[in-house]
């Protein structure tokens, strides 16, 4: 009785040490492995052979699964090369080679429009300042908003002003004087026309007067002829 007891000890007690055992090896299998250069050159050989080999066995899946074309480089430390390719990889060379250069006409583009943008501001400040002086100038002219003008800045003013006005002056006199010219011209080509009427008028009433002249020497002539035949019908009335 007592050896059956003492069997069942050491069976509980076997398989705490091994529920412990356990325990350790899981925790070990979970603690993070720190990523960095492994320095023994045996445990790094082995680790890239390792690792190379899922890092293709998931590519492999990843095109099978998903239908992509995958190639993968890849060079180990003593120069050796490992590739794979779900297709022809200078196919797939050749492809990426093609989008790289077209990504970077595309990207072109963006940096001019960027600097013609840059442009585009810097003309639109200049323009926005050049138009207040403008306008400012425009109200100094005016006689408004000289506060700030100095003395000198005031006796420009005035020289700009007096110059300014003898201009108008002279583009008002030049204007009356032309106007003056033309009002002539039209003065006198009426006065033509006038005349011209005039002696039309005078030849129609000449015309006038040579027709009424002989229709009253037709109406004598027959009042003559009249008084001739009743004088030669007065025999017969005897």
């Given at each position: 009785?007592?050896?059956?007891?003492?069997?069942?000890y050491?069976?509980?007690?076997?398989?705490?040490?091994?529920?412990?055992?356990?325990?350790?090896?899981m925790?070990?299998?979970?603690?993070?492995?720190?990523?960095k250069?492994?320095?023994?050159?045996?445990?790094?050989?082995v680790?890239?052979?390792k690792?190379?080999?899922?890092?293709?066995?998931?590519?492999?899946?990843?095109?099978?699964?998903?239908?992509?074309?995958?190639?993968?480089?890849?060079?180990?430390?003593t120069?050796?090369?490992?590739?794979y390719?779900?297709?022809?990889?200078?196919?797939?060379?050749?492809?990426h080679?093609?989008?790289?250069?077209?990504?970077?006409?595309?990207?072109?583009?963006?940096?001019?429009?960027?600097?013609?943008?840059?442009?585009?501001?810097?003309?639109?400040?200049?323009?926005?300042?050049?138009?207040?002086?403008?306008?400012?100038?425009?109200?100094?002219?005016?006689?408004?908003?000289?506060?700030?003008?100095?003395?000198?800045?005031?006796?420009?003013l005035?020289?700009?002003v007096?110059?300014?006005?003898?201009?108008?002056v002279?583009?008002?006199?030049?204007?009356?004087?032309?106007?003056?010219?033309?009002?002539?011209?039209?003065?006198?080509?009426?006065?033509?026309?006038?005349?011209?009427?005039?002696?039309?008028?005078?030849k129609?009433?000449?015309?006038?007067?040579?027709?009424?002249?002989?229709?009253?020497?037709?109406?004598?002539?027959?009042?003559?002829?009249?008084?001739?035949?009743?004088r030669?019908?007065l025999?017969?009335?005897?």
């Open positions: 009785m007592a050896s059956g007891v003492d069997s069942f050491f069976l509980s007690l076997g398989f705490s040490l091994l529920q412990v055992v356990k325990c350790d090896c925790k070990m299998v979970r603690q993070k492995i720190q990523i250069k492994i320095d023994n050159l045996t445990a790094r050989q680790t890239f052979s690792r190379r080999r899922g890092v293709f066995k998931k590519a492999q899946e990843l095109s099978t699964l998903c239908d992509a074309e995958i190639a993968l480089i890849v060079f180990s430390a120069g050796k090369l490992f590739h390719s779900s297709s022809s990889m200078m196919q797939l060379i050749e492809r080679r093609g989008l790289s250069e077209n990504s970077d006409k595309l990207g072109q583009p963006s940096l001019q429009l960027l600097k013609e943008n840059n442009s585009y501001a810097m003309l639109s400040k200049m323009l926005v300042d050049k138009t207040r002086e403008l306008r400012n100038f425009n109200r100094q002219l005016m006689g408004e908003e000289l506060q700030g003008l100095d003395m000198d800045e005031l006796i420009k005035e020289k700009m007096d110059g300014g006005l003898n201009h108008v002279e583009a008002k006199n030049d204007k009356c004087l032309k106007e003056i010219s033309l009002l002539k011209k039209k003065e006198s080509k009426l006065m033509e026309e006038n005349a011209k009427l005039k002696k039309q008028a005078e129609s009433e000449g015309t006038g007067n040579g027709i009424e002249q002989s229709n009253s020497s037709d109406c004598t002539s027959n009042s003559r002829g009249s008084d001739t035949s009743l030669l019908g025999p017969f009335a005897n």
